[in-house]
């Protein structure tokens, strides 16, 4: 159950190279058919017969059926407090415009 209640990356990513002991006459032709192999795709499908092999893809299934659907994120209620909050000073604002759009202007005023 520790397992099923993390993201999952959408690619796997590949941050260690393999290391073969090797002659120095066949380093060249070696690394130039790994690259090969890589461009081909056969690391690809290295990939998903492993994840078919050791996680299927029901893995988590049985227990997110038990959790509860929709639960709130620890971030939403600040979320929702703060755009009431902007929406109530933008409403507070173009109130107070309009206010003294249509105040009558005192004829004694010099305007500059």
């Known amino acids: 159950k520790s397992n099923c209640n993390k993201l999952q ?7 260690k ?3 073969y002991p090797i002659r120095a006459d066949l ?3 070696f690394s130039w058919a790994m690259t090969q192999l890589m461009e081909v795709g056969v690391y690809d499908i290295m990939e998903k017969q492993a994840k078919a092999t050791y996680l299927p893809e029901d893995f988590c299934s049985h ?3 038990n959790e509860e659907k929709e639960e709130i994120s620890p971030l939403e209620g600040p979320l929702i407090l ?3 909050v902007i929406t109530m ?3 507070f604002a173009i109130a107070k415009d309009l206010y003294k759009m249509r105040k009558p202007r005192d ?5 500059i």
Do not use: K
């Not at 990356?9 to 941050?15: G, H, N």
């Not at 004829?107 to 305007?111: A, N, S, T």
């Open 9 to 15: 990356l959408s690619e796997v990513l590949w941050t």
């Open 82 to 84: 703060a755009a009431i």
């Open 107 to 111: 004829p004694d005023e010099i305007l």
């Open 63 to 65: 227990i997110a059926a």
């Open 17 to 19: 190279p393999s290391a």
């Open 27 to 29: 380093q060249g032709p």
């Open 89 to 91: 000073t933008l409403i």
